[in-house]
């Protein structure tokens, strides 16, 4: 029997799927990459915004209009399952089963037990880390690594603590286990993991914190070691520290400031003000020489007027954030907005998502043309189709295309910049001395 796992979202919902691919591999199935060629495809979803809804609506009805004798079986999951529940089965009939954020461990016994016309819906509340499921990773250099799962911090406009359940830390030596477990096995690069990773420990009571865990992290022989994502709120001196003296911690920092608007932000819930995130960015690239600072931006918030958007486009002028991720807000279910009147209409919203943008790539060309000529370091992730060019990343997560060999994939080598582009660095490998 062949699977195939199709993912939206996060960083997070990878692992998850590599964690599904794994249950579907223990329990005999054979992973394939094509749902053409699969009997049994599995979609884990995201509902962070609309449009991933709509994108897995869409994905299962394609699926179902290609069932030949009942074949593929379709099972969908993750996040969009845990907060629709029961609802799946009319805003996808085509799916045969459904289950939540913490029963992954069930798919194989679900898939077996599905019948044409009679879905199955298990859906229970997510809970606490049970016991480690088998994973199937994705890339032999590369790791994801979740240190905790939820959150507690409720921003108004989000469903994850409806989905994901509160925050839930791992035990320090079980991440400390799986990292050196990964060292040993020869991967370069592993990323921390979790909804608000910088609140790590926050609920364990033994006096763990995220700072403790970086310079634990610190100590193992991990080439690069990244985390994602972080909240503004939570990171402290010491977690800046920890980053500073670490040999192996990344100089990138993803903190999602939403606003740079004071008032949008208390409506939001996000508990910092504009001035004390610009004190943070400040704090962290005195600590951090180097430092890559990246962001997230929302749009389009009910009751943001254009006095609020232009603050926004003021701080990421102030900050210069290497990358922006923009998106036009859109009412999630089971959360304090969706009871805001959505007063900002869709044009508008369009309007000033490609202003972000257009902001936010002008900036970021403007930071990569200051790199031309200098040699970098870059963990060759993999090669461009149809130009024939590798790409990968720089230890503060620029990305760097360049010219080579396939081979080189999953190695550390040094490329010199030429060229600057607003999404990525151009350059050409340095000769290694031999």
Known sequence: MNACVLT?????????????????????YRLVERPEDADLVVLNTCMVRERAEQKVVGRVGQLSGQKRDGRPLIGVGGCMAQGRAEAMIDLCPGAD????????????????????????????????????LPVVRSS???????????CSHACAYCVVPRVRG???????PDVIAELRQ???????????????????GQDLN???????????????????????????????????????????????????????????LRAMRRGYTREAFAQLAARA?????????????????????????????????EIEFGSVFV??????????????????????????????????????????QKRLGVVEEVLVEGLLPGDGLLHGKTRDHRTVLFPGDAAMIGAMTHVRITRAASGAMHGIPEVEPT
């Not at 959360?335 to 007063?343: F, G, I, P, V, Y």
């Open 327 to 368: 998106a036009a807000y859109s009412p999630r279910p089971y959360t304090r907005a969706a009871t805001l009147t959505d007063c900002v209409p869709p044009q508008e919203k369009g309007r000033r998502l490609s202003e972000v943008l257009t902001l936010s790539r002008s900036i970021a060309e403007a930071l990569h």
């Open 285 to 317: 690239r005195a600590a951090i020489p180097g430092l890559n600072i990246t962001t997230d931006v929302i749009v389009g918030f009910p009751g943001e007027d254009e006095v609020d958007f232009e603050a926004t486009l003021a701080l990421i002028r």
């Open 8 to 28: 939206w979202g996060c960083q997070l919902n990878a692992h998850r799927s590599e964690e599904i691919a794994g249950v579907l591999a223990a329990a005999g």
């Open 206 to 264: 033994d006096g763990t914190d995220f700072a403790a865990l970086l310079r634990e992290v610190s100590q193992l022989p991990l080439a690069r070691v990244r985390f994602t994502s972080s909240h503004p709120a939570y990171i402290s001196d010491e977690v800046l520290s920890a980053i500073a003296e670490a040999g192996n911690i990344c100089e990138h920092l993803h903190l999602a400031v939403q606003s740079g608007s004071d008032r949008v």
């Open 97 to 132: 089963f459904v289950f939540g954020t913490g029963n992954l461990a069930d798919i194989p016994e679900l898939a077996a037990c599905a019948r044409p016309g009679r879905p199955i819906v298990s859906v229970p509340a997510p809970g606490r880390n049970g016991t480690a």
């Open 182 to 200: 990964l060292a040993e096995e020869g991967y370069l690069e592993a990323t921390l993991l979790g909804q608000n990773v910088d609140a790590y």
């Open 140 to 150: 032999r250099f590369q790791a994801y690594v979740p240190v905790s799962e939820g």
């Open 166 to 172: 509160p925050l839930r830390s791992r035990p320090l």
